[in-house]
C-alpha cells in the first residue's frame, strides 16, 4: 500500500521560506514522477512541481517558478521542495502525489500539510 507522508507546513510572514517533506513507501518508485500540488481555500488544486523519481526533469507552475525547488535525492525516498519569498497567494494545503511515467494522471496521494502565508 502506498503511503505519502507530507510534513514541514506551518505560519510563515511574506517574504519568509518553508521547506515541506514527502515521506513515500509502498512501492518501487523508479519509474515514477513524484510531485506536489496545492489547494487554496475556495479554488480547485493546481499543480505546483514535480521530478522524476530518479532524478530529473523537474517542471513547475509559473506561479513558482524562481521561489521554489524541488529535489528527490536519489538514495533517499523523500521528496522535498524549498519554497521562498513567500506570498499569501501560496496559502494552500500542499500534496505530494505520485504517476506513473507512462500516464499522466497523478493516483496516489498524500493527506496534505497546510501552509498560511501572513503579510
Known amino acids: 500500500q502506498v503511503q505519502l507522508v507530507e510534513s514541514g507546513g506551518g505560519l510563515v510572514q511574506v517574504g519568509g521560506s518553508l521547506r515541506l517533506s514527502c515521506a513515500a513507501s509502498?512501492?518501487?518508485?523508479?519509474?515514477?514522477?513524484i510531485g506536489w500540488f496545492r489547494q487554496a481555500p475556495g479554488k480547485e488544486r493546481e499543480f505546483v512541481a514535480e521530478?522524476?523519481?530518479?532524478?530529473?526533469?523537474?517542471t513547475y507552475a509559473d506561479s513558482v517558478k524562481g521561489r521554489f525547488t524541488i529535489t528527490k535525492p536519489n538514495a533517499w525516498n523523500t521528496l522535498y521542495l524549498q519554497m521562498n519569498n513567500l506570498t499569501p497567494n501560496d496559502t494552500a494545503v500542499y500534496y505530494c502525489?505520485?504517476?506513473?511515467?507512462?500516464?499522466?494522471?497523478?493516483?496516489?496521494w498524500g493527506q496534505g500539510t497546510q501552509v498560511t502565508v501572513s503579510s
Open positions: 509502498g512501492r518501487t518508485f523508479s519509474n515514477y514522477f
Open positions: 502525489a505520485t504517476r506513473n511515467r507512462y500516464s499522466t494522471q497523478y493516483v496516489d
Open positions: 521530478v522524476g523519481w530518479m532524478g530529473g526533469p523537474t
